[in-house]
Structure formats: structure tokens, C-alpha cells
């Protein structure tokens, strides 16, 4: 009897043998056994590995590497001790310049599955990778817990909710690393009552570390379930005393039963309110909860090929959809007549209205609500965009603001995304009416599957 299509040509805890052609969009190997798709952690492409099945899906499977009988060439030895159990790095076992490698034709595959474009027709650019691809990130969020008598902090395993004390985080930038291991001594040495996930008992529940990189100021922010912070006083005097680099200390409540780092109440408990960091020319007040790139170093890179794609000669009328605080619009703006954007968060309008005024820009106006709303009443009262920049979450633009863009016919749009299927299903929706002149990647996070993309969009001329 013939098994049915979409049956699994696996059993659950079968051993199979299996040769690696790609690397999936989350870092995962990808083969075929008996012409039935695999993904494999781990595994690298132009491997040949024996796999364990350990899960069987409708239409794929998962499983994971027994054995490698043929290793890749750009395989290496992780240099973090906790690589496998902590979850957050997914290609530290990949040289650095092969990840920038598949990165690209992880955003090539996207397009291949999402369009109907002929990819080698499509102008998708080598990633643009970092010199020092380790210690990058200028913010750590550490769960809190404890081993014994001893305070942890790290993340949770993958699928699991056993804790991994992440001591010395490898991409984590060394001072926020210094910093957090040595708030846990501290927690440690007051007894200040760590927070139990399962009981729901306990004050800590994550430390939260952020570095201004370029000015070297530092935020030291306690989430904790509840106002009260026994020994808070003690606990201030310490960090003075142990960390003087530390020029902002936060707490913030979180007493919901969440994956929310953050709850809504922030309160000031020592030094500054904010830390200063620099970007380019700009300036930017960094507060507790406010969103900020990551990697600065490649933020830089990124919103460099915003400005090179825009190729802006001073007479262009600019909306900056999804502005957040206003960064990349504020980028621009030295070169642009005007700059429009538009957030639907008040607090991030608010930032943005503040950064602008600061810099003393005047050819900024910035509004609360969405791009499809307020780009019509603009073009009714005969102000028309030249060029439109995107840069929305991971799920995409919303339907409505591309058939917006599609009705108000901007010159170019230039389209920045964290998540390459999105980008290109968005394309897609807007080729008819536009030209990818192409794709630059730019890898905003090493030994991370994450790629980030800025694309060149241009009207086509009827």
C-alpha cells in the first residue's frame, strides 16, 4: 500500500542518513529524506550527517545531529561555553565570513518561496558584515534565579524552563556583562529575595543592563514583581560603591504572570534618568524603557544605505513610517526639504517630536497614528511624498499601507525589514507598480540567524 501524500516517510526516534543543503531562516540545517524536508539544529550545509527524528509534522520533519560522517570546511568550535543549552547565538559553530554568506541566501530564499521574480535577475548584495562581530550588544535582559544559595541570572533553554546562567555572554558587550555579574554578587550578599516563576514568590525577577557605547554611561535597571524592594537603600549604596560607571539606576514593576520584561510603572531610584548616546552626529536620550538599536556599531552601516538609497538632494519630501523615535527620519533630514513620520505609539511620537527639537531641526513634523491614515489626508491637501521609508515589525507593513503606497505613487520606497519572508511577500505586493533596483543585507546581529535588509524600490515609468 502506498503511503499518503504528506504522509512522514519518519518514525519518531528513527536514525536516517542525511545530506544538508541549506541553512533554514532560523539557523537550522535543511535536507531531505526521501524527498521529505528535515530540519536539523546544528547541522551545516554540505554536511552529511546521521539524524535522530525528534519530531514528525505534517508534511517536515525535525531531528537532531547523532553524528557528522562529513563535516563543512566552515565549521569551528563555539567559543561560548553554554552555546548548545542557552538558545540565543544559532551559528557560533559557523565561521564568521560563511554566516554572511548564508545570511544572503537565507534573504535569496525568502524570495525564491515568496515571489515569482528570477532570482539571479534580483540584485541581492554580499552582507555587509562587522570587523568585530563579538560583545555588540549594548543591552542585556537577564532572567534571575537562584542555584542553591547562589543568584543566577541568564535565559531560559530552549523549550524548557530550566534557566542557564549566562556568565560571560560572548556577542553581550563586556561591560554589561561586568555589571550584571557583579549586581548578582550583590543581590547575593543583601539576601534580597530572588522571584519564583513557579511559586510567584520573591522581589528580582531580571536585570536588566544597558550600555550608551559611545559615551560609556551606563543604566542598571531591577524589574521586580512588586513595588516593595527590601534593603533597596543598601542596595543603591553597593552599586555606587561597586560599579561607579553606573550612572542610572531604574526599578521597574512587573508583577503580571508574563514573558514581558517590562511592566507599565518605572520609578527613579539613584543618579540620572537617562543615559546619552551618540549616533553618527545625533544624539539620543536612552530611557529605562525606551526602544534603541541593539548594535550600534551597525546601525551606523544600516541607516547609511537608508541615506545612500534615498540619494536625497535637498528637495525631497520624506515620510518615515513605523518613525519609532525618529532615528532614521533624523537621519535624513540634513539632506531632505522635509520629513514626515507617523508612530502609533504616543510615547515614541512624543521622543521623536523632542530628538528633532534638539538637533534643531525645523523640516520635521511627526504624528501619532498609522502611515494609511495619515498619507490620503496629505496628498488631499497637496503635499505628496517623494520618498516613503518602512521600517515596520517582523510581520511586515500592513496590507492597507502598501495599497496606500500604491495610490500615492512615491518616487522610490525604501524598504528596511528585520525578517526577509516579510520583505519579500511585501515586494511582491508592490511590484507590479515598482522596480527592486536590489537588496543589501546587513548583518545587525553575528552568530544570530537575524538579517536584516534595506531595499531600493523605484517607480517604474509608464
Known amino acids: 500500500m502506498k503511503p499518503k501524500q504528506n504522509e512522514s516517510k519518519l518514525e519518531l526516534g528513527q536514525t536516517f542518513p542525511v545530506t544538508i543543503k541549506r541553512l533554514g531562516i532560523n539557523g537550522e540545517g535543511v535536507g531531505y529524506f526521501k524527498r521529505q524536508v528535515v530540519f536539523i539544529p546544528g547541522a551545516l550545509p554540505g554536511e552529511e550527517v546521521v539524524a535522530e527524528a525528534t519530531k514528525i509534522q505534517k508534511g517536515y520533519a525535525e531531528g537532531k545531529v547523532k553524528k557528522i560522517r562529513k563535516s563543512s570546511p566552515a565549521r569551528v568550535t563555539p567559543s561560548c561555553p553554554v552555546y548548545e543549552d542557552c538558545g540565543g547565538c544559532q551559528l557560533q559553530h559557523l565561521e564568521y565570513s560563511a554566516q554572511l554568506e548564508q545570511k544572503r541566501d537565507i534573504v535569496m530564499q ?79 550578599r543583601l539576601d534580597i529575595p530572588i522571584y519564583n516563576e513557579r511559586k510567584r514568590t520573591g522581589t528580582v525577577r531580571t536585570i536588566v543592563t544597558r550600555i550608551a557605547v559611545q559615551t560609556g554611561e551606563i543604566q542598571l535597571v531591577l524589574v521586580t514583581a512588586k ?22 539606576i531604574m526599578q521597574n514593576v512587573n508583577g503580571e504572570k508574563t514573558s ?11 543618579g540620572k534618568e537617562v543615559i546619552q548616546e551618540i549616533l553618527g552626529e545625533l544624539t539620543f536620550e536612552l530611557s529605562a524603557r525606551a526602544f534603541f538599536q541593539l548594535n550600534p556599531t551597525q546601525t551606523v552601516k544600516l541607516y547609511d544605505e537608508v541615506k545612500q538609497a534615498a ?10 513610517a513605523y518613525c519609532g523615535v525618529g532615528t532614521i527620519g533624523l537621519w535624513l533630514a540634513p539632506d531632505a526639504a522635509e520629513i514626515r513620520g507617523m508612530d502609533i505609539i504616543n510615547e515614541s511620537i512624543e521622543d521623536a517630536k523632542k530628538n528633532a ?21 496629505w496628498v488631499k491637501e497637496g503635499w505628496k511624498p517623494d520618498v516613503i521609508v518602512v521600517d515596520p515589525p517582523r510581520t511586515g507593513c500592513d496590507d ?28 511582491a505586493k508592490l511590484s507590479n507598480q515598482y522596480e527592486v533596483e536590489y537588496v543589501q543585507p546587513v548583518d545587525m546581529f553575528p552568530h544570530t540567524a537575524h538579517v536584516e535588509c534595506c531595499s531600493l524600490l523605484v517607480w517604474k515609468e509608464k
Open 400 to 427: 492597507k499601507l502598501l495599497q496606500t503606497i500604491l495610490q500615492v505613487k512615491p518616487k522610490k520606497v525604501v524598504y528596511v525589514s528585520c525578517n526577509p519572508s516579510t520583505l519579500a511577500k511585501d515586494i
Open 311 to 320: 540619494a536625497l538632494t535637498g528637495k525631497e519630501k520624506i515620510v518615515d
Open 110 to 188: 525568502a524570495f525564491e518561496k515568496h515571489t515569482k521574480f528570477p532570482v539571479e535577475k534580483l540584485n541581492i548584495r554580499s552582507t555587509i558584515g562587522m570587523e568585530e562581530p563579538w560583545h555588540y550588544r549594548n543591552k542585556s535582559q537577564l532572567q534571575v534565579g537562584k542555584d542553591r544559595q547562589k543568584v543566577i541570572a541568564g535565559l531560559y533553554a530552549l523549550n524548557s524552563h530550566q534557566l542557564v546562567d549566562i556568565s560571560e555572554c560572548k556577542i553581550q558587550h563586556t561591560a554589561t556583562n561586568e555589571v550584571t555579574q557583579k549586581v548578582k554578587r550583590i543581590l547575593e
Open 260 to 270: 514581558l520584561i517590562f511592566g507599565d510603572e518605572t520609578f527613579h531610584l539613584a
Open 357 to 377: 527639537k534638539k538637533h534643531g531641526f525645523e523640516n520635521t513634523l511627526y504624528v501619532t497614528g498609522k502611515a494609511e491614515q495619515w498619507l490620503p489626508k
Open 227 to 248: 513595588k516593595e524592594f527590601p534593603r533597596k537603600e543598601q542596595f543603591v549604596k553597593q552599586v555606587h560603591t561597586v560599579l561607579p560607571q553606573v550612572k542610572s
